[in-house]
């Protein structure tokens, strides 16, 4: 995947959107969340072909399907390619697993932080808890 040369506005544009748009398993959460940062980054359909691939509406459902899938390292790898050796090197715009509440979640890097959805709504997590990246 390739960024579009206005890649850092549109980012921005996509979490402002994401922060304003209410959680919902399926829809608005930590996996379409960061699909339609890439997408708008690059201009794909990631959402589109993930939400082909999962089908859940709510949180039960949504594990399920994430296990189906082979986990969500397995599932991001899939469409977005291998991880970065080390996930220290995740740079603004990266796509990175790390952990909130427990709970392993996909976010996107933003400055020197991470932001996912969650059913709080879109937080801001520690670099620190990230387990992988893969860059965008």
Same mark, same amino acid.
């Given at each position: 995947?390739?960024?579009?040369?206005?890649?850092? $506005?549109? !980012?921005?544009?996509?979490?402002?959107? @994401?922060?304003?748009?209410?959680?919902?398993?399926?829809?608005?959460?930590?996996?379409?969340?960061?699909?339609?940062?890439?997408?708008?980054?690059?201009?794909?359909?990631?959402?589109?072909?993930?939400?082909?691939?999962?089908?859940?509406?709510?949180?039960?459902?949504?594990?399920?399907?994430?296990?189906?899938?082979?986990?969500?390292?397995? !599932?991001?790898?899939?469409?977005?390619?291998? $991880?970065? $050796?080390? $996930?220290?090197?995740?740079?603004?715009?990266?796509?990175?697993?790390?952990?909130?509440?427990?709970?392993?979640?996909?976010?996107?890097?933003?400055?020197?932080?991470?932001?996912?959805?969650?059913?709080? @709504?879109?937080?801001?997590?520690? !670099?620190?808890?990230?387990?992988?990246?893969?860059?965008?």
């Amino acid at each position: 995947m390739a960024r579009l040369q206005d890649w850092q $506005p549109r !980012l921005m544009a996509a979490v402002r959107e @994401g922060a304003r748009t209410p959680f919902a398993w399926g829809e608005h959460d930590c996996c379409m969340f960061a699909a339609a940062c890439v997408d708008a980054m690059c201009g794909g359909d990631l959402k589109g072909a993930i939400r082909g691939l999962l089908s859940y509406t709510d949180e039960i459902g949504a594990y399920r399907a994430i296990v189906k899938a082979g986990g969500l390292d397995y !599932l991001v790898t899939t469409f977005i390619g291998n $991880p970065l $050796p080390n $996930p220290r090197y995740a740079q603004p715009g990266d796509v990175v697993l790390l952990v909130n509440e427990g709970r392993d979640v996909l976010g996107i890097v933003v400055g020197h932080a991470a932001i996912a959805a969650a059913p709080s @709504g879109v937080v801001t997590l520690s !670099l620190a808890d990230v387990r992988a990246a893969w860059s965008i």
